[in-house]
């Protein structure tokens, strides 16, 4: 490896199939920073292009494996020795923790803390790296004040939550031990990436498919549930910054604007031109959270002045965006 190799810049991203690691890997790129992510498998035996995650870079090294193993992600990590590490694989639904509550520690939690200890014994033998944790407003529950910011109890009152607040609070520790470690608190952050199984993505494709004529109504549980939702690059762009940062923090990183699930319909019809909406969508209690957090909105003022990032993307437009993309 020649000296200029050497002192590339290098990330290593957990997580990178979804929606949040293949904005990371363009952000990362685009700063000529080299990018290793982990893929849980490659749909085919054959690693070619079109057999790679969808939106990942070409230019991204893929490694096959996944978090849960330890050993084999502590082996990674010291193979590729970055200067950066981005955590963000995790189950990523809340509905689905209710599910799988044991597996939802396994990777949300477990995974975490594995990792970052291996960072701290990376970081014992004078090769310091900046850890930076994908948390959740989720830690928060169903919290008493809003909006949330980094002194808000944390609380969780889903599985999910609960494996994200053990991972936010092992990354504490880890800084109190030295290590670069920073846990960003992420309120919801939506694109055209975002899968199917979250609301929004739900209700723009939903949208688009009655706009085309494809489809009759969407099918929604709770309307009344309101979330704080930005854009996603505008989150990954928090990561970097915080990667970045001399010394290490959490942050809460929202728009610090809440609005319901029914006022994303809203916006959605209103994007593919339908102002007449209300007949176009059913509520079904399948949809409905055993327990759901009814008002998640977040205060960013510390990553505001800390960062200097702000979010860019106002809620119309994030809807929008999305509206068309699904509109193709
Ligand atoms: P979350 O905040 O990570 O749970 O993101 P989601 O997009 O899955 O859910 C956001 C909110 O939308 C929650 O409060 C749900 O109860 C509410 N919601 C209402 N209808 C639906 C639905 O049909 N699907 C999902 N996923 N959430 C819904």
Redesign the pocket.
């Known amino acids: 490896m020649s000296d200029g190799a050497k002192s590339q810049r290098r990330a290593f991203v957990t997580g990178i199939g979804g929606q949040d690691g293949s904005y990371l890997a363009e952000l990362l790129l685009a700063q000529g920073c080299e990018v290793h992510g982990l893929v849980r498998s490659l749909p085919s035996p054959l690693s070619s292009a079109s057999t790679r995650p969808p939106y990942v870079p070409e230019a991204v090294r893929l490694h096959v494996g996944d978090v849960t193993d330890h050993d084999a992600t502590r082996a990674l990590l010291a193979e590729i020795a970055p200067r950066e590490v981005y955590h963000l694989a995790a189950m990523s639904?809340?509905?689905r923790s209710w599910a799988e509550p044991e597996l939802a520690r396994e990777v949300n939690a477990d995974a975490a803390i594995a990792l970052l200890e291996a960072v701290a014994e990376m970081d014992a033998v004078g090769h310091d790296i900046r850890f930076v944790q994908a948390s959740s407003a989720?830690i928060f529950g169903a919290p008493s004040v809003s909006p949330q910011d980094e002194s808000t109890p944390i609380a969780p009152t889903n599985p999910y939550g609960e494996a994200k607040a053990a991972a936010h609070l092992a990354v504490g520790e880890a800084r109190a031990q030295g290590v670069h470690a920073s846990s960003l608190v992420l309120y919801?952050h939506e694109s055209p990436r975002r899968p199917l199984?979250?609301?929004?993505r739900?209700i723009t494709r939903g949208v688009a498919a009655i706009a085309r004529g494809e489809a009759s109504e969407l099918?929604?549980?709770?309307?009344d549930?309101r979330?704080d939702w930005g854009w996603a690059p505008d989150y990954v762009d928090a990561l970097v910054r915080a990667a970045g940062a001399e010394s290490a923090d959490d942050y809460v990183i929202a728009t610090g604007v809440g609005h319901s699930?029914r006022e994303f319909v809203a916006a959605a019809f209103a994007a593919a031109g339908i102002d007449d909406w209300e007949h176009l969508v059913r509520v079904d209690p399948e949809?409905?959270?055993p327990v759901?957090?009814t008002e998640?909105v977040g205060d960013a003022s510390r990553a505001r002045q800390a960062l200097g990032w702000a979010p860019t993307v106002a809620f119309t437009d994030v809807v929008a965006r999305m509206v068309a993309a699904d509109l193709g």
Do not use: H, I
């Open positions: 639904s809340v509905a989720e919801n199984a979250f609301v929004t739900k099918v929604l549980g709770n309307l549930a979330r699930v949809f409905f959270r759901d957090a998640l």
